[in-house]
């Protein structure tokens, strides 16, 4: 991230072509510099600085339209839209090249000017069709942010109609979103009355279901053509106390360290990607289990599923992609069929990430590059965050790690809600039942502001990881909780 003093002062000093290539060299920690950007007086002032900067060099239209001009404008007119400052929205929109943003900031400068609150019912329609060219140039798509702004725009005028005593207005506004004619006319009211529930619907947990869980039949044979197949008829193993030639005592406690090894380590004829497949023998189903408790209690990320805009499940610590292999098969459990979300395997060690992607290339989850793997979560292109409906940050067995810095993933979380305020955002946690091992999370819960805790509490988790097993099941006390961050 950059200071924004710093780079204010830095633009007002240099030439076209100097901004053009400081910008290309800095696209990231800009984007971060703008997501950051805090609505005060000297913010704005320095913001403006910057685009009465760019309006006095008389640009012409190849350097005014290069991407890195165009990347400044559009980040200053959303600041500025944020910030309420519609003169300074005005100018941003009237330098970008025709492109969705331009149509975005039209559109809500379009109902900024009204002059009477009639004007709301009048012109109703004619704030749709901007707003409707605002959804996509053909390569990239915004419907969900377009809808978001929509809904924003519906609750903060039936507010102000309200505040004024107009409810007859409101009467009619209301009608307007539910008028048959405008919905046949305009797309983006029909999709908006179909999906606006995403927009409203309040937050269920659901009652606790003590059942015993086993693999559905996509995960067992999931689970049995990934890795216990290979473990199982692998030369060295002898099946079930010796895997890949070491004794199972030996693997929980040096190989795989109980679940905290290095695992882009060999070990004497172990590959690194030996090792993460032990890792899944031994621990990921357990944790593929407890997901499921979660996440069966948690009614909200299926009503965000194939509807507009994308699901981006954020999963740090991903391991073999446990906690995304569950979410597919929570989905497809419900709804059947092919599963779509955006998925951000985040972990330490290549070797996790590449079982990761291994784990999701799966004939129920289709991935349609909605597929992202990171080292670490201040790695993320917010651009992958545009079309998002809602975002979850899961935590599965994270925060037991003796490597995390809590602190600097605090710092990345928020970037990451920063990058988009008005979407529902929620850390989804779960953890051994030792208090002793959630004492980085306690520290992280104090670095990420203002929260609710939807749900907390230790439940005793009883699994098979056979179908139709007689045998008794195993028990696991797991910690959960569900943050939903402000």
Same mark, same amino acid.
């Given at each position: ?360 290339? #799966? ?5 349609? =590059?909605? +597929?992202?793997? *990171? &080292?670490?979560?201040?790695? /993320?292109? !917010? ?59 306690? #520290? ?5 502001? =203002?929260? +609710?805790?939807? *749900? &907390?509490?230790?439940?005793? /988790?009883? !699994? ?23």
């Amino acid at each position: 991230m950059i200071d924004i003093s710093d780079f204010s002062a830095r633009i007002i000093q240099s030439t076209p072509e100097e901004i053009i290539q400081y910008v290309a060299d800095n696209r990231n920690p800009l984007k971060l510099t703008f997501i950051n950007l805090e609505i005060i007086r000297d913010t704005i002032d320095r913001c403006s600085s910057i685009l009465m900067y760019l309006s006095s060099l008389q640009l012409p239209v190849e350097v005014k339209e290069s991407n890195e001009i165009q990347f400044l404008y559009k980040e200053l007119g959303l600041f500025f839209k944020k910030a309420n400052k519609q003169g300074l929205v005005a100018n941003c929109s009237n330098q970008l090249a025709a492109n969705i943003f331009k149509n975005r900031l039209k559109a809500w400068l379009h109902h900024k000017h009204y002059t009477n609150a009639e004007s709301h019912c009048k012109l109703f329609a004619s704030y749709l069709e901007k707003l409707s060219i605002a959804i996509t140039d053909g390569d990239e798509d915004y419907e969900n942010d377009v809808l978001r702004d929509l809904h924003i725009y519906y609750v903060d005028t039936m507010a102000l109609l309200e505040n004024r005593g107009h409810h007859a207005l409101m009467q009619e506004f209301e009608e307007l979103f539910e008028s048959e004619s405008l919905i046949g006319k305009y797309k983006l009211l029909d999709i908006y009355q179909r999906s606006k529930n995403q927009f409203t619907t309040d937050l269920l947990i659901v009652e606790e279901n003590h059942k015993i869980y086993e693999p559905s039949i996509f995960t067992e044979a999931l689970f049995e053509d990934k890795f216990l197949a290979y473990i199982r008829n692998h030369q060295d193993t002898v099946w079930y106390e010796i895997l890949l030639g070491y004794p199972t005592f030996t693997i929980r406690n040096e190989i795989i360290n109980f679940g905290q090894a290095h695992f882009d380590n060999s070990y004497g004829a172990l590959s690194s990607s030996d090792i993460v497949k032990l890792y899944s023998y031994f621990n990921m189903r357990k944790h593929y289990y407890s997901t499921l408790y979660l996440l069966e209690r948690f009614n909200r990320l299926q009503d965000f599923h194939d509807t507009n805009g994308r699901i981006k499940f954020i999963d740090i610590g991903c391991g073999p992609a446990t906690s995304g292999i569950a979410l597919t098969d929570h989905i497809h459990a419900i709804g059947g069929g092919a599963v779509s979300f955006d998925y951000f395997g985040v972990d330490c060690y290549q070797s996790m990430r590449t079982e990761a992607a291994y784990m999701m290339d #799966n004939g129920v989850y289709e991935n349609d =590059n909605s +597929t992202f793997y *990171l &080292e670490r979560l201040g790695k /993320i292109d !917010y651009d992958d965050l545009e079309n998002a409906n809602s975002i979850y940050i899961n935590t599965c067995y994270l925060f037991a790690s003796d490597t995390l810095d809590e602190v600097e993933l605090a710092k990345d979380v928020l970037n990451v809600k920063k990058a988009k305020q008005e979407v529902p955002f929620y850390i989804l946690f779960q953890n051994t039942s030792d208090a002793t091992k959630s004492v980085k999370y306690n #520290n992280f819960k104090e670095q990420i502001g =203002n929260f +609710t805790v939807r *749900l &907390e509490g230790t439940s005793l /988790i009883r !699994y098979n990881n056979r179908r139709n097993s007689y045998f008794s099941p195993t028990e696991e006390a797991v910690y959960f909780e569900i943050l939903e961050i402000e």
